[in-house]
């Protein structure tokens, strides 16, 4: 009986969603006050961006060397080099500048299979902040406190793929009074510091945009998931993986004829997003995950499991009206928690992630359009101008402990 009910409304969702479909003029939505504006804002003309020139070593090599990285999620940091090179924020002088930015492409160091090591990233740092800070004397008179570095690995500048580690190594000492642009955002947590800007991972944009189907297409699976339940190469007896969350969504939910879940990553995955009603985005190894921007785009209700986590770009998209949060200790009971929302909620979240300036904020694409991740990153940035007076040191003065930090971490990269 209860299976019935649920195949019920997942029918009128989905009539509701045809009729809204049809009607072009009613499919989007814009969103309402303060949120909305921040979201449209114009970066230029209200700050002004210096960008370090570094050896090759640092940046152009690496990717010569592996072009793999320009593809992987990590691969903000090269496209936020490209676009800062030709964008009219950019300066050459240096001493008009309100932000100094240093080109390092930290995560481009893949394993065989393409997953980024980051135990070189930390010495790699500190090289280049050791060079700019000898070369350049801005560096010196603020110790970092208005320069910027874009630190897409799993828990940012904290340089671990593993929670347990990363806390431990905590964030490199050096860049303590830098501003951190990373996609690792988790309230109360050691690797996010106060005042760092949360970013989308990188997706493909070429490739998303090839797999669109038509806007009519009825959204008639329920609930879609694709990717692990357990990690039993680094995980085991799996608890730890995911706090357990993604286990729980296997263990309840997969003979559950409204969740389309498993382990396989078909070719119709982009296609299958755009099917469906909600998105599962639950944490992994870190809170974040690219289904998040795949769910944005694709006009999915992301379903997003992870406490405490800080979505990117918080502060202009309105993650609440947009998504659904369900607690980690919550997801043996989804299928209530889904099933009891109404449908003209579904209807509005869904005019709301139609608005392609919802889109534009979640992604990286070549060439750059207004409104898209780099400006909202631009946008998070003269957000925190000007500078307060106290960033600037004293003559002689110095906050930072150049040989802080775990052994490994002083030796020369």
């Known amino acids: 009986m209860r299976i019935c009910i649920w195949v019920f409304l997942v029918l009128i969702v989905c009539g509701l969603v045809c009729?809204?479909?049809?009607?072009?003029?009613?499919?989007?939505?814009?969103?309402?006050?303060?949120?909305?504006d921040v979201l449209d804002d114009d970066p230029t003309g209200r700050l002004k961006v210096y960008v370090y020139e570094l050896p090759s070593k640092y940046n152009k090599k690496l990717l010569q060397k592996d072009p793999r990285c320009l593809n992987h999620m990590f691969a903000a940091e090269i496209y936020m080099h490209r676009f800062l090179l030709s964008s009219p924020v950019r300066t050459l002088n240096p001493e008009e500048a309100d932000w100094f930015y240093t080109p390092i492409y930290i995560t481009c160091d893949l394993t065989p299979t393409g997953l980024p090591l980051p135990f070189k990233s930390p010495r790699m740092m500190r090289s280049a902040i050791q060079l700019i800070s000898s070369k350049w004397p801005y560096w010196n008179r603020t110790e970092g406190a208005d320069h910027f570095f874009v630190v897409p690995h799993d828990f940012g500048a904290c340089f671990h793929y593993q929670e347990e580690k990363a806390i431990e190594r905590g964030i490199?000492?050096?860049?303590?009074?830098?501003?951190?642009?990373?996609?690792?955002?988790?309230?109360?947590?050691?690797?996010?510091?106060?005042?760092?800007?949360t970013i989308p991972p990188y997706a493909p944009p070429q490739?998303?945009?090839?797999?669109?189907?038509?806007?009519?297409?009825?959204?008639?699976?329920?609930v879609y998931f694709r990717g692990l339940f357990y990690d039993v190469n680094n995980d085991p007896e799996g608890g730890y993986y995911a706090r357990g969350a993604r286990a729980a969504v296997w263990e309840n939910f997969k003979d559950n004829?409204?969740?389309?879940?498993?382990t396989d990553h078909p070719t119709t995955y982009y296609e299958d997003m755009q099917r469906a009603i909600f998105c599962l985005c639950p944490l992994g190894w870190a809170p974040w995950s690219?289904?998040?921007?795949?769910a944005v785009v694709f006009g999915c209700i992301p379903i997003i499991i992870a406490d405490d986590i800080v979505l990117p770009f918080a502060d202009a998209i309105p993650w609440e009206e947009i998504g659904v949060f369900v607690a980690e200790e919550d997801v043996p009971n989804l299928d209530t928690i889904l099933t009891s929302i109404p449908p003209e909620v579904i209807l509005r979240k869904q005019r709301l992630l139609a608005n392609p300036s919802m889109k534009s904020a979640m992604m990286f694409p070549q060439p750059t359009q207004p409104g898209d991740a780099f400006h909202q990153i631009l946008n998070g940035l003269a957000r925190k101008l000007p500078h307060k007076k106290n960033i600037y040191l004293k003559s002689g003065e110095k906050l930072l402990n150049w040989t802080a930090g775990p052994v490994g971490d002083l030796k020369p990269w």
């Open 257 to 262: 004829a409204l969740f389309d879940i498993s």
């Open 172 to 197: 490199l000492p050096l860049l303590q009074r830098a501003t951190l642009v990373q996609t690792f955002g988790q309230r109360n947590h050691v690797c996010l510091n106060e005042g760092s800007i």
């Open 290 to 294: 690219p289904r998040l921007v795949e």
């Open 207 to 222: 490739k998303m945009q090839a797999h669109l189907i038509p806007l009519e297409t009825p959204r008639s699976i329920f």
């Open 19 to 36: 009729g809204i479909n049809a009607d072009q003029t009613a499919r989007t939505e814009r969103i309402s006050g303060s949120a909305g």
